[in-house]
C-alpha cells in the first residue's frame, strides 16, 4: 500500500513513505550514514514491528481483520509523528536541553514573512550551522509581487526573521538565507 506523500522530504531529500516501504529490506548504504534516515527508521521501528506481527496473525485468523479504513487511519498518524519534524538543540540548561522542532521554528519564519506586503514565503528549511556549537541556519524562498524592490525588501525581511526568532525562542539566527524564486501577479 502505498502512502500519500503529503509531508516534505527529509533534510537528505527522501521521504518518509521510501523509508516506510523499505523497513523489509536492511538499511541500503546510504540510510546507514544519513542521520535523518537513520532516525525516521528507527522512529518506526516499534511501529513496523507492531504492524508486521499483526499482519501475520490477521493472517491466520480472517475473523480478526481490522474495519475498513483503518490501516490508512493508522499510517496517516505514523507517518505524521514519523515527519514531526527535527528537533534543534537551543540551549544546556542544569535540568537538561531545551529543543525546538524545525517545523514549529519554520511557522514562526513564515509569519515573519506573511505580514510584509509583496512578499510570500514558501519553503522553509532550518538547520543548525555545521560545525558550530549553536547557530541556525534558516533558508527561506520566497515569492515576490511585480514591481516589489527586491533588494530592500529581502533586507528588510531578514531582520524581521531574525526579530521573530530572537523574540520566539531567545536566539538570533547565525544565518538567513533568502531565494526569491518567482514573481507573482494576483
Not at 524562498?141 to 523574540?167: H, K, N, Q, S, W
Request: hydrophobic share 40%; net charge positive; charged share 25%.
Amino acid at each position: 500500500m502505498a502512502l500519500d506523500n503529503r509531508f516534505p522530504p527529509l533534510g537528505c531529500g527522501r521521504t518518509v513513505n521510501r523509508i516506510w516501504l523499505e523497513m523489509y529490506l536492511p538499511p541500503d548504504p546510504h540510510t546507514r550514514t544519513c542521520p535523518d534516515c537513520r532516525t525516521a527508521r528507527k522512529n518506526m521501528e516499534d511501529l513496523y514491528a507492531a504492524t508486521d506481527a499483526l499482519r501475520d496473525h490477521d493472517l491466520r485468523h480472517p475473523g480478526l481483520r481490522p474495519p475498513h479504513g483503518l490501516k490508512e487511519a493508522v499510517l496517516h498518524v505514523a507517518l505524521a509523528q514519523a515527519r514531526r519534524g527535527i528537533r534543534l538543540p537551543l540551549a544546556e540548561t542544569l535540568r537538561g536541553s531545551v529543543e525546538i522542532n524545525d517545523v514549529a521554528l519554520a511557522g514562526v519564519v513564515r509569519e515573519a514573512a506573511r505580514d510584509l506586503g509583496g512578499v510570500r514565503a514558501r519553503r522553509c528549511l532550518i538547520d543548525q550551522v555545521p560545525g558550530a556549537d549553536s547557530g541556525l541556519l534558516i533558508h527561506l524562498r520566497t515569492a515576490v509581487a511585480p514591481g516589489v524592490d527586491i533588494r530592500r525588501t529581502m533586507a528588510f525581511l531578514r531582520l524581521r526573521i531574525r526579530d521573530a526568532v530572537e523574540a520566539s525562542v531567545g536566539i538570533v539566527p547565525h544565518t538567513v538565507h533568502l531565494t526569491v524564486e518567482d514573481l507573482y501577479d494576483d
